[in-house]
């Protein structure tokens, strides 16, 4: 299950972070090791195209969530690696890529 769903704009450039504090409590900081991947409906690689720039300050990973296909969603996984304990933690964001409005307005 996902931690949260995210929608966006297939144009739109989103920062989005995730914090791993709760889930690596022995650790300061996660490392570069930390990663960020993604997949479509069909669970086929989308990495190259919705993933830009990761980064790691402190205990969080961030990377630009951007592009995507419109009426497409994404399972995007961050997979943190603390700094001490070498110790891994993963977060799964759903992403729902549209370009209209759902729902009433």
């Not at 949260?4 to 490392?31: I, M, Q, R, W």
């Not at 993604?38 to 990973?61: F, H, K, L, P, Y």
């Not at 603390?82 to 009433?104: F, N, P, Q």
């Amino acid at each position: 299950m996902a931690s949260d769903v995210l929608y966006k704009h297939p144009n739109d450039e989103v920062l989005y972070a995730v914090d791993f504090t709760d889930d690596l409590p022995g650790d300061t900081s996660v490392s570069s090791a930390s990663s960020v991947t993604a997949v479509d409906s069909d669970n086929a690689s989308a990495t190259s195209t919705v993933i830009g720039t990761v980064s790691q300050s402190g205990m969080e990973a961030r990377a630009i969530l951007q592009a995507g296909t419109d009426g497409e969603d994404y399972t995007i996984t961050w997979t943190g690696r603390g700094t001490t304990t070498a110790r891994d933690a993963t977060k799964i964001i759903e992403m729902r890529v549209r370009a209209k409005r759902l729902g009433s307005v």
